[in-house]
């Protein structure tokens, strides 16, 4: 369970302080999945570096099965939006590089979670060798490798093609329904959103409040994007962020 | 069966760099050979002596021309060794903790500027005139360079790379590990590229300047010598410029091997 009270975040101090979420309460259960839409810079991206602990808040709290978050955490994968991977280590590495920071090195884990993406081919070419389709793949693989609790992903299919975004949506879905992590996504693709999101957060403009929160409940099925729910859910959200 | 094909291919590509630098020198090499026509029949002396003779004075030279060769050498690669331990890790450190960026970037910006031969005076009261100065007068122009270097490229970091490690649990040498020391080497290689050069010169001055022991002249003090016998001096010249080319190639070897990341196949986008 994660949750988030009242949490504000700013850049910067005192005078020059620049605040970019004021006061966002949000609660995710366990294998549940949230969604956060909003205009651009208005501090999604934030919200989620300070669920990841990258990013103290300034004033609220976080806090994961009841434990304060107050830095990164193994049971938490952070996706961000280019995948963060690292150019100069091949994707073996790459999709190893939790484990290994963590002072673990099971091969068999990162073997397997490259199995499930079907990455094991390419396993030693380097990122720059890769569609971007396959780079988001091992970047998934990377934030698998742990078994986290929670995966909070910072618009990862941003700048996709139209198919291949809507793959990589699939591929997170068949993952998500297997391993019932709490998954937080920050997109501007308002049907990512609702293809995604159990409930969808819709923010206001910077610093980014809870103007809404839309239920979902449907969410689950490959085929959601055929159904009249998903595109009540689209409609829904896109006169919301119009208001 | 992709691995036989980069193979055969990295062969291919072994053998094309080959070529290309053989080319390179013999156009090279003609050019001089005009270039020491034109001055012989302009000014009527062979005032440049052409490849050949140049060449054919090395060879008969050999053993004296080598040991000085060796000298240089391995003053140059000590230099640009202590200069590299020096500067790499203050220059990563002031790029990368901006704390410590705000002490040390008014002393480089201070020091820097002034031209590294005012310093040979008070380098040579500090080590004496035996090989420490002449080491230490290339370490010292190298080290500001290197420390410039190391500086800009790990300021140039990409946040995100940063961010992915910190995001998976890394701790502050885990990131200079996997993050900034790999994402700088590049830069820092094409630094100590323009350090051989940079070196070569200030070896020339170090090894010219100053009393000197005859029996350890290296490159800089036979060039000097034989400054009015042009085919020695010429010989001279060219075991510096061959110094320099190993120096390029083994530089060359170890960013291929270091930085493998740069010489695969980028997927069309």
């Known amino acids: 369970m994660i949750d988030i009270r009242d949490v504000v975040v700013e850049y910067g ?27 651009s810079g208005c501090g999604k991206s934030s919200l989620l570096y300070a669920i990841s602990g990258l990013l103290p808040p300034a004033e609220g709290s976080i806090t994961l099965n009841g434990e304060p978050v107050l830095g990164p955490q193994r049971e938490v994968a952070l996706i961000l939006q280019n995948a963060g991977l690292l ?10 590089l939790s ?12 073997e397997n979670v490259l199995d499930e993406m079907g990455l094991l081919p390419v396993r030693d070419r380097y990122p720059v060798e890769l569609s971007e389709g396959m780079k988001r793949r091992v970047g998934i693989a990377r934030a698998l490798s742990t078994a986290p609790h929670a995966m909070l992903m910072d618009e990862p299919l941003a700048s996709l093609d139209a198919l291949t975004k809507e793959r990589i949506q699939d591929l997170f879905l068949r993952l998500w329904n297997r391993h019932r992590f709490s998954l937080i996504l920050v997109t501007h693709d308002i049907e990512e959103a609702a293809f995604l999101g159990q409930r969808i957060a819709v923010l206001s403009e910077c610093p980014a ?22 595109h009540r859910t689209v409609a829904q959200l896109r006169s919301e962020l119009e208001k | 069966m992709r691995m036989r094909m980069v193979d055969r291919m990295s062969d291919r590509d072994t053998l094309w760099h080959i070529a290309t630098y053989a080319v390179s020198i013999a156009a090279l090499l003609l050019l001089w050979e ?9 000014k009527g002396r062979a005032f440049l002596p052409n490849p050949v003779q140049a060449i054919a004075e090395m060879v008969r030279l050999g053993p004296l021309l080598f040991r000085n060769f060796w000298i240089s050498a391995w003053r140059l690669v000590l230099a640009i060794l202590i200069a590299f331990a020096a500067g790499y890790p203050l220059g990563l450190l002031s790029g990368h903790e901006r704390r410590l960026d705000r002490l040390i970037s008014p002393i480089i910006y201070i020091v820097y500027p002034i031209p590294q031969v005012a310093f040979i005076l008070i380098l040579f009261l500090i080590f004496g005139i035996g090989n420490p100065v002449k080491v230490a007068i ?44 790999p994402a700088t080497l590049p830069s820092i290689l094409t630094s100590l590229r323009v350090s051989v050069g940079l070196g070569m010169a200030f ?14 002249q290296g490159l800089g003090r036979f060039i000097e010598t034989n400054q009015y016998n042009s085919q020695q001096a010429f010989a001279g010249i060219l075991a510096m410029a061959l110094l320099g080319l190993i120096l390029y190639i083994l530089i060359d070897v170890i960013e291929r091997i270091v930085c493998r990341w740069r010489y695969t196949s980028r997927r069309p986008s």
Do not use: C
């Open chain 1, 13 to 39: 101090r005192g005078l020059r302080a620049v605040r970019a979420v004021n006061g966002v309460s949000l609660q995710v259960a366990r294998g549940e999945s949230l969604a956060l839409v909003g205009p």
């Open chain 1, 87 to 96: 150019p100069w280590k091949t994707v073996w590495q790459n999709a190893n």
């Open chain 1, 99 to 110: 484990l290994k920071l963590g002072g673990e090195y099971p091969e068999t884990t990162a």
């Open chain 1, 209 to 230: 409040t809870v103007k809404t929160v839309v239920e979902n409940p449907e969410v689950g099925g490959l085929d959601y994007r055929l159904r009249s729910g998903f």
């Open chain 2, 34 to 42: 005009i270039a020491s026509v034109i001055i012989f029949h302009v």
């Open chain 2, 138 to 181: 290339v370490a010292l122009a190298l080290f500001f360079q290197i420390l410039v270097s190391a500086r800009g490229a790990a300021k140039q970091i990409q946040e995100e790379h940063v961010m992915s490690v910190l995001s998976a649990g890394a701790t502050r040498w885990q990131v200079y590990w996997h993050v900034v020391l």
């Open chain 2, 203 to 216: 070896l020339y001055i170090a090894e010219t300047t100053g009393a000197f022991d005859p029996r350890q």
